[in-house]
Structure formats: structure tokens, C-alpha cells
């Protein structure tokens, strides 16, 4: 394999210091509701994120897009899918990962356990810790694509006053 020279400036680019991270308690559509408050840091890549705002720390990506997601005890992301694998690492904290047509599945990851969901499986997560804990989303692929939800997510976010619009990005339905 042959050597590059990388300089700082271009090493840089690829760095992004926590204390700096830009968060959104907004991300998806589900974020509104009660049970499913969470904050969420795009690390590498765009990702999946809903909100239009949020641009990822490093935006060069080579095979994985990183989120990070911090959530109080109970919460985190309702049913949802994706068109790639999804890895769930827990940073920090005890987090349920569940799965299934209705989430009747389910493993508990304790800090630092690890889990790799398949491309398509409907799938959601939760701090069931007894903190505010973190855990790392590592979704494959250069376009990890857009999340599918549940239909019964997208009719409890329309009735806080959330929806999709035609590019998959959050519109407030109050707003005028």
C-alpha cells in the first residue's frame, strides 16, 4: 500500500471535537413525542437526519455515516427501517434494542456492547438505564437512504403537529 502525505489542514476537516458538536432535539419526526425525546449529534455524514438544520461535524464519508444519540431513562426512537445495516454501540448507560413488525423483540446492550441490525428490519431503541446515557449509530454505505416508520409513528407525530414533507425533511404544521 503506498504512503499519502496528509497535511493539517486536510486532517482537520476529518476532526470534530465534541464540546463543538452542533445537537438537535429534532432530528426525526418521532422527536416530539414523549417517549421518544432524544438528542442527536451527526458525526460522519449526513445520515438519515429529518432536520434540514442539522449538518453532520465531518461531512466526508467513505463507507458509514456516525450519529450519536443521547436519551433520559425510557426514551429514544420509535419503530423505523432502513435500506442499510445499522450497528448500535452503547457509549454509556443500558439500552434496549427492539425489533419486529410491532417491537416484540428485544436485547439489552449494556455500555460498550455492540448489536448489527439488518437492512430492512423494523427496528427502535431506548435508554433503559437508570441516567441520561449516549449510544453510537453506525449506518453502512456512502447514502444510507431515508427512514421508513411505522405508520402508527407518522400518525402520533401528525398529531403533535409534525409531518414529512415530499423530500422526507420535518415540516411543523402549526407554523404559518
Known amino acids: 500500500m503506498t504512503q499519502r502525505d496528509f497535511h493539517m489542514e486536510d486532517m482537520k476537516k476529518r476532526y470534530a471535537k465534541f464540546s463543538e458538536m452542533k445537537l438537535s432535539k429534532q432530528a426525526f419526526v418521532d422527536t416530539r413525542l414523549p417517549e421518544h425525546e432524544r438528542d442527536l449529534y451527526n458525526v460522519i455524514g449526513n445520515g438519515v437526519s429529518e432536520d434540514p438544520e442539522l449538518k453532520p461535524s465531518i461531512d466526508t464519508v467513505e463507507g458509514f455515516n456516525i450519529h450519536y444519540v443521547g436519551a433520559e431513562p425510557g426514551k ?26 410491532n417491537g416484540e423483540n428485544n436485547i439489552e446492550l449494556d455500555t460498550f456492547d455492540i448489536i448489527s441490525v439488518p437492512e430492512g428490519v423494523m427496528r427502535g431503541f431506548k435508554n433503559i438505564g437508570d441516567s441520561y446515557a449516549n449510544l453510537m449509530a453506525i449506518l453502512g454505505g456512502n447514502d444510507p437512504g431515508k427512514i421508513g416508520w411505522a405508520k402508527s409513528v407518522l400518525d402520533l407525530a401528525e398529531k403533535s403537529g409534525l409531518r414529512l414533507d415530499s423530500s422526507v425533511k420535518i415540516v411543523e404544521l402549526n407554523s404559518t
Not at 429514544?76 to 413488525?101: D, R
Open 76 to 101: 429514544g426512537a420509535a419503530l423505523h427501517t432502513h435500506t442499510t445495516v445499522e450497528v448500535f454501540f452503547a457509549m454509556s448507560g443500558k439500552w434496549s434494542v427492539y425489533w419486529g413488525e
